[in-house]
T-cell receptor
Framework: AQTVTQSQPEMSVQEAETVTLSCTYDTSENNYYLFWYKQPPSRQMILVIRQEAYKQQNATENRFSVNFQKAAKSFSLKISDSQLGDTAMYFCAFSDSGGGADGLTFGKGTHLIIQP | NAGVTQTPKFRILKIGQSMTLQCAQDMNHNYMYWYRQDPGMGLKLIYYSVGAGITDKGEVPNGYNVSRSTTEDFPLRLELAAPSQTSVYFC?????????????FGPGTRLTVL
């Protein structure tokens, strides 16, 4: 079974700063997918970014980028020019090579607070 | 498209009561999922379905039942509610074909068992 670990329960930064959220995972598979989800106070789960393990290039989506280290089984999320609206819980998630057909495995989350 | 809808949004149950959480999607997705999120934790998979008439257990299925009679609907049944089932429940769906398949989540149902 896969496991996902987020070691930072809470982080706080000033608006416009850059922040990095950490995630490590454990799997014996070679092909898989990794995701970062955002959960604002509304509870809605919002996909922020995804990474396919077979791609060496790190994924980017506007101000969000990842640092994917396959050998180290590390998948961190970098948020540049942080905004007040980025305040939320952030979850790292893993999916097997079936693209999530058997469901996602989530970490416990990091509560990110952006201070004005 | 309404996406994934869940009812009710909130519910309080007494120990031993039963209820059904409703989930529907209008995106013609073949896969549907139920997750629970306990306070301070990530989501854990309860059950999932690969199509009408086919369901399978996830990580935490005990105390729950599901059915999938149509492509659109995937209700979650709680029998004999217990305080340990106090949680937020999320339904999700995806179209699984080849490659990556994004899961779309509903807004969640907050359930309290007292």
């Amino acid at each position: 079974a896969q496991t996902v670990t987020q070691s930072q329960p809470e982080m706080s930064v000033q608006e416009a700063e850059t922040v990095t959220l950490s995630c490590t995972y454990d799997t014996s598979e070679n092909n898989y997918y990794l995701f970062w989800y955002k959960q604002p106070p509304s509870r809605q789960m919002i996909l922020v970014i995804r990474q396919e393990a077979y791609k060496q290039q790190n994924a980017t989506e506007n101000r969000f980028s990842v640092n994917f280290q396959k050998a180290a089984k590390s998948f961190s999320l970098k948020i540049s020019d942080s905004q007040l609206g980025d305040t939320a819980m952030y979850f790292c998630a893993f999916s097997d090579s079936g693209g999530g057909a058997d469901g996602l495995t989530f970490g416990k989350g990091t509560h990110l607070i952006i201070q004005p | 498209n309404a996406g994934v809808t869940q009812t009710p949004k909130f519910r309080i149950l007494k120990i031993g009561q039963s209820m059904t959480l409703q989930c529907a999607q209008d995106m013609n997705h073949n896969y549907m999922y139920w997750y629970r999120q306990d306070p301070g934790m990530g989501l854990k998979l309860i059950y999932y379905s690969v199509g009408a008439g086919i369901t399978d257990k996830g990580e935490v299925p005990n105390g729950y039942n599901v059915s999938r009679s149509t492509t659109e609907d995937f209700p979650l049944r709680l029998e004999l509610a217990a305080p340990s089932q106090t949680s937020v429940y999320f339904c999700a769906s995806s179209y699984v074909g080849t490659g990556y398949n994004e899961q779309f989540f509903g807004p969640g149902t907050r359930l309290t068992v007292l």
